[in-house]
């Protein structure tokens, strides 16, 4: 069974932490994606990256940054934390640059909360 | 650029009605689109996609959408719903060539006995 996975359920953090949320993913997919959710707002997209190394900004990433170094994983970072992100957080991958015609597979996604 | 819109925030749905949930889109050319469902505390599952011919779209968990070019919609229908299918739903646009999904805002669906 093909999988997404994140390595937290939950997790909590304090103000100004510097926070790392990881992804891995067994498809060989070439495409990962960071959203996070909030309610009333949907699925915002932080960053996402089409290959190794590659990474492109979405519609939210201030305050964060992505790693991609091996194909199979996908990091976020939150910098220095602050309390208006706390979230939750999916990670999502897909296949080739199309990959639209595909649709995403999710993780399960990472709950944190900033104090 | 792509948008979709959910204009039902939360649906309350008696177990063994019918249901539709309503997605419109905004997208140029023709759109590829999806739905989700999310049950609590969990990641997002595909339920369905639609990209080119029949405009009826079957999916799992006895779900369906119709794709309506004139009307810009992807509604998501069920005959008879179970109390298992209470979720959030999300509908989601893409175009060709492009990686990026846009999603809607998402519906919640609860089913009462």
């Known amino acids: 069974d093909v999988k997404v996975t994140q390595s937290s359920r939950y997790l909590v953090k304090r103000t100004g932490e510097k926070v790392f949320l990881e992804c891995v993913q067994d498809?060989?997919?070439?495409?990962m994606f960071w959203y996070r959710q909030d309610p009333g707002l949907g699925l915002r997209l932080i960053y996402f990256s089409y290959d190794v190394k590659m990474k492109e900004k979405g519609d939210i990433p201030e305050g964060y940054s992505v790693s991609r170094e091996k194909k199979e994983r996908f990091s976020l970072i939150l910098e220095s934390a602050s309390t208006n992100q706390t979230s939750m957080y999916l990670c999502a991958s897909s296949f080739g640059r199309a990959s639209s015609n595909y649709g995403y597979t999710f993780g399960s996604g990472t709950r944190l909360t900033v104090v | 650029a792509q948008s979709v819109t959910q204009p039902d925030i939360h649906i309350t749905v008696s177990e063994g009605a019918s249901l539709e949930l309503r997605c419109n889109y905004s997208?140029?050319?023709?759109?590829?689109l999806f739905w989700y469902v999310q049950s609590p505390g969990q990641g997002l599952q595909l339920l369905l996609k639609?990209?080119?011919?029949?405009?009826l779209v079957q999916g799992i968990k006895g779900f369906e959408a119709e794709f309506k070019r004139s009307q810009s919609s992807f509604n998501l229908r069920k005959p008879s719903v179970h109390w298992s299918d209470a979720a959030e739903y999300f509908c989601?646009?893409?175009?060709?060539?492009?990686?990026?999904?846009?999603f809607g805002t998402g519906t919640r669906l609860t089913i009462i006995p």
């Open positions: 639609y990209f080119s011919g029949d405009t």
């Open positions: 498809m060989d997919h070439e495409n």
């Open positions: 989601a646009v893409g175009a060709r060539g492009n990686e990026k999904l846009t």
């Open positions: 997208y140029g050319a023709t759109p590829y």
